[in-house]
């Protein structure tokens, strides 16, 4: 069974406890510190064994095949230039998640440019 919930991720209450809490397009739009905090507010509301996923066009770790990766993270510095937002690779995203607490992650492949970063408490 899936639940949306449309929810202010910056406010001070915790994140809804769920099994698996996703975000689609969304860390890219943030800092590295914004992005963190709501990578542990995911964390802080999942059980052991839960997933966060992040959907994103994330750029490959050498950062030279996923030309769009690259001109997305572009526009995310020139479009909100004062959140500091940027896309990342997986291997920045697996840094973050066992930085948090996160035991595991995976990579799964979508269609186009489109990837979900998989961090497993």
């Known amino acids: 069974r899936v639940q949306v919930q449309d ?34 507010k995911a964390y802080d509301a999942l059980p052991a064994g839960g997933a966060f996923i992040a959907i994103e066009v994330l750029i490959d770790d050498q950062r030279q095949q996923n030309i769009w990766g690259l001109v997305m993270s572009l526009d995310m510095l020139t479009e909100f230039e004062s959140e500091g937002s940027f ?25 186009g440019a489109n990837s979900a970063a998989v961090a497993y408490k």
């Not at 929810?7 to 963190?36: N, Q, R």
């Not at 997986?90 to 996160?102: N, R, S, V």
């Open 7 to 40: 929810i202010d991720f910056f406010a001070d209450s915790p994140f809804p406890s769920y099994d698996v809490i996703t975000m689609g397009m969304i860390l890219h739009d943030w800092g590295l510190e914004k992005k963190k905090l709501l990578m542990q």
């Open 87 to 111: 896309d990342f690779t997986f291997q920045d995203f697996t840094g973050w998640a066992k930085e948090l607490g996160f035991k595991r992650t995976e990579l799964i492949y979508l269609t």
